[in-house]
């Protein structure tokens, strides 16, 4: 079996008095796409933060390429080749397209060329003197995809890239992740929406209470569903 890109064990992660991460154990290996799926509160977003080093306070091990990460700063973890891209997606709403693609800072040598970000989202192009305010959110979730490919990171980590997009957009960042999959890229994706996911990813980590507490490979996901929708809460 190959080794695993990033390993979580047994990862706590604290709000101030609040603790929502109990013990998260989990792993990815180099090219795969995984998806964190729970119900609403179950700590998934956290999770993402937690990897990225931006909650209050984080224990246990998140190791990266074999390097342990916890008590590194987020600055740091960025450089080592992980990128975020939240839920409420992280643009520059006063910049246009092509301000946005290029100011995030290349944090490691090989950051996606703009051009070739253009190859992966044509809409953006015919968009690149558009302010992201006046983006639609299928281009906005475009353009933070975009900026976090600009960081040359290796391990992107996706907080619900489709939430509240049309299907036919839905259906385009679909195409994307696979895309981005078959460059080689390791995905890891926070997803309300099973049937997105399952179009997607390897293998579906089940989250609640801040632990997972299954992992269904996507192969067998079809088999699973009565599992799932319990899980889900659909
Ligand atoms: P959702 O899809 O609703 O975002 P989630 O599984 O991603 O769900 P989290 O956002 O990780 O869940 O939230 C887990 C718990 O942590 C929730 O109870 C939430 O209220 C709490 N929480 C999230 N952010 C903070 C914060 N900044 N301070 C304190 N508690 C927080």
């Not at 409420?88 to 944090?107: H, K, M, Q, W, Y």
């Not at 089940?206 to 319990?230: C, F, Q, S, W, Y």
């Amino acid at each position: 079996m190959a080794e695993a890109l990033l390993k979580v064990a047994g990862l706590h992660a604290f709000y101030g008095e609040s603790h929502i991460l109990h013990g998260m154990d989990f792993e990815i290996r180099q090219g795969e796409v995984a998806t964190l799926l729970g119900r609403n509160g179950a700590g998934k977003t956290t999770t993402l933060r937690a990897i990225m080093g931006i909650v209050g306070q984080r224990q246990g091990s998140v190791s990266f390429e074999g390097t342990e990460t916890i008590g590194l700063t987020s600055n740091k973890i960025a450089k080592m080749g992980i990128a975020y891209c939240p839920e409420e997606r992280g643009i520059f709403a006063s910049l246009n397209v092509e301000e946005n693609l290029l100011l995030p800072p290349v944090v490691k040598p090989g950051g996606m060329p703009v051009e070739e970000i253009f190859e992966l989202f044509p809409n953006l192009k015919t968009r690149l003197y558009s302010q992201g305010t006046k983006l639609s959110g299928g281009e906005q979730q475009m353009l933070a995809i975009g900026r976090i490919l600009r960081t040359g990171a290796n391990l992107l980590l996706l907080d619900e890239p489709t939430e509240g997009l049309a299907p036919v957009i839905v259906q385009q960042i679909g195409a994307v992740i696979r895309k981005l999959k078959e460059k080689g890229l390791t995905i890891l994706l926070v997803e309300q929406n099973f049937h997105f996911a399952a179009t997607v990813a390897d293998r579906h980590y089940i989250v609640e209470h801040g632990r997972v507490i299954d992992m269904i490979p996507n192969a067998e996901a079809e088999a699973n569903l009565g599992k799932l929708h319990t899980y889900l809460g659909v």
